[in-house]
């Protein structure tokens, strides 16, 4: 039995990617005595396979301990259903330290309800902010933010972030990028998808394009007006779109979409980056693409008008074109003529955070388990 016991949450797509290097140096540490337990919590935010178990397997996470099942529902609802859940869940078996990622509502709600209790609560991408409100992954991160015990951070601007709104410095671990270490450690395995041939696939001869932000993809007018300009501006590139459930269903209500961009389902982890890797450039309104397209050094355009990620923009390849479509003729001309910028690896990105957030943890675990915040 271990002294000390972590809860890992994970929620959503997004969170698979960075604790599955976390859940594998905690194992590495214990294999060497030292360590932590640890409860792997699936709060069921996303339940397809496609968005979950896909993901499981392919990163080698182990079945979570516990599945909150929460499923589908407003932004609300979800908070309240995962919160009832986990506080359950602590009250049975108490832990000592709640570890969440990223900004899902499953990592706010997990937070409150662990904070309430008294237990610790370590956010491994905190800090970060876009400064939108208008995006439920924004009021997330704050609220997050204002409960975290302890922060670790992927860039510089992160720390400044916190430091502004007060957070002194013993509470603030600069680590890095665990989606980073993600990504570093299966370059090598990323596997092309079976649709390759089917549709006419060369490397550097294609786009990859992921929309699924309400802004982007909730009303069929605002999505058409996209698509179109997607569609005219990539000159009949094929453009693979794996679509996320959320712009499915606008989709299913649009009368025509261009001939070049082609639907698949959404991608599991190993396909969609192999994807990325060998694409000419992406169009995202996501978050974590815009790191990972940097760190391959692919051309990224996002139809975003913030990122709380601006280092992809000041030394990565990615570039903010807001959300008007006319913002995406020029862009894709001046990247045709092989203007776009190449790029840098922000500091820390380096495949060894979670190693660091591991030693980290330790220390605290020991150290600092009873004092205040
Ligand atoms: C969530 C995250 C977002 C992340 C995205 C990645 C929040 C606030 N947002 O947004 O940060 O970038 O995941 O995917 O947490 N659905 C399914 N199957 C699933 C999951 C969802 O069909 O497995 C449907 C839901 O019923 C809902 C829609 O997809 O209609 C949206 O799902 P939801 O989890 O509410 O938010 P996302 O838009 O996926």
């Not at 972590?6 to 360590?35: C, E, L, S, T, Y």
């Not at 969440?100 to 937070?111: H, L, N, P, R």
């Not at 041939?197 to 999505?223: C, I, K, Q, W």
């Amino acid at each position: 039995m271990y002294k000390h016991l972590i809860d890992i949450i994970a929620g959503a797509r997004p969170n698979f990617m960075k604790i599955a290097p976390i859940i594998r140096a905690v194992h590495a540490r214990q294999r060497v005595g030292a360590g932590f337990g640890f409860r792997l919590v699936h709060t069921g935010q996303h339940y397809d396979p496609r968005m979950s178990g896909d993901f499981f397997r392919q990163l080698g996470i182990p079945e979570p301990d516990v599945n909150l099942e929460v499923g589908s529902g407003t932004q609300a609802e979800q908070t309240a259903a995962i919160m009832v859940r986990y506080e359950k869940l602590l009250l049975e078996k108490r832990c000592d330290v709640c570890l969440v990622v990223g900004d899902v509502t499953s990592t706010m709600a997990c937070s409150i309800a662990a904070q309430k209790l008294g237990v610790k609560v370590a956010h491994v991408e905190g800090g970060i902010r876009s400064g939108d409100w208008t995006m439920p992954e924004e009021i997330n991160r704050m609220v997050t933010d204002a409960i975290t015990n302890w922060f670790f951070t992927t860039s510089q601007n992160a720390n400044r972030n916190l430091r502004q709104s007060g957070v002194p410095d013993d509470r603030i671990f600069f680590v890095g990028n665990t989606m980073i270490d993600t990504l570093l450690s299966n370059m090598d395995r990323l596997q092309r998808p079976a649709f390759w041939d089917e549709l006419g696939l060369e490397s550097n001869a294609y786009f990859v394009l992921t929309l699924h932000r309400p802004a982007n993809v909730d009303g069929a007018m605002a999505f058409a007006g996209l698509l179109k300009a997607i569609g005219q501006g990539t000159r009949g590139m094929p453009v693979v779109f794996p679509v996320h459930p959320r712009t499915a269903k606008t989709l299913q209500s649009l009368a025509e979409s261009p001939a070049n961009i082609r639907f698949v389902e959404p991608q599991p982890y190993l396909e969609f980056n192999y994807l990325v890797k060998h694409s000419k450039a992406v169009i995202t309104d996501s978050g974590g693409i815009t790191e990972e397209s940097t760190v391959m050094g692919v051309p990224c355009m996002t139809l975003r008008d913030t990122t709380e990620r601006p280092e992809t923009v000041t030394m990565g390849t990615n570039e903010l074109l807001g959300t008007d479509p006319a913002a995406l003729k020029p862009a894709l001309d001046r990247l045709f003529s092989g203007e776009w910028k190449r790029g840098r690896i922000p500091e820390l990105w380096d495949g060894k955070t979670s190693d660091r957030i591991v030693n980290v943890l330790e220390r605290l675990l020991e150290n600092r388990i009873g004092a205040g915040p």
